[in-house]
C-alpha cells in the first residue's frame, strides 16, 4: 500500500512541476516601460519645439472644462479602440485631471509598440499651476 501511496504523491509532484514549469515558459513577457515623467516645463519646452507631438487627455469627464491646447481626449475606457488610428512614429505626451493615473493609458500604447510616450508629472493641475494656456 506505501508502494502505491508513494506513486501517486510522485505523479501529482511531477504533474505539479510541469503545470509550474509550463506557466513559466508561456507566461506573456511584460513590456519594458521606461517610466518616463515630463515637468510642466519639460513638457512645455516639447510641445514648443517638436511638430510631431500628439498630446491625449486620458480624463472621461473633464475635457470640456480645459485641456492641453491642441490636446485629444481619449478616455481611459475608450483608448483601446482609439490606438490603432494612432501613429507609431509620432511622440505622445499623456496626462489627466488628478484622479486617474496617465500611466495605464501609457503602457497600452508601449505594449502597442509605440516608443516615444511620455507622462505629465503632476497632471493637468501641475500645468494650470505652471501658468501655462489651456483651452475649453
Request: charged fraction near 20%.
Amino acid at each position: 500500500m506505501k508502494e502505491s501511496q508513494s506513486i501517486v504523491v510522485l505523479v501529482y509532484a511531477l504533474v505539479v512541476v510541469v503545470i509550474v514549469t509550463a506557466g513559466f515558459i508561456f507566461q506573456r513577457q511584460p513590456v519594458e516601460i521606461e517610466r518616463t515623467y515630463l515637468t510642466p516645463q519639460e513638457a512645455k519646452q516639447m510641445i514648443d519645439q517638436s511638430g510631431d507631438l500628439i498630446i491625449i487627455d486620458a480624463s472621461r469627464y473633464f475635457y470640456e472644462k480645459g485641456h492641453l491646447p491642441g490636446a485629444l481626449n481619449y478616455p481611459k475606457c475608450a483608448f483601446e479602440s482609439a490606438i490603432s488610428g494612432l501613429d507609431k512614429s509620432k511622440t505622445y505626451l499623456i496626462y489627466c485631471h488628478g484622479f486617474g493615473s496617465p500611466a495605464l493609458s501609457a503602457y497600452r500604447l508601449k505594449d502597442a509598440g509605440f516608443d516615444k510616450v511620455y507622462t505629465l508629472l503632476g497632471n493637468y493641475g501641475a500645468w494650470v499651476d505652471a501658468g501655462y494656456p489651456i483651452e475649453n
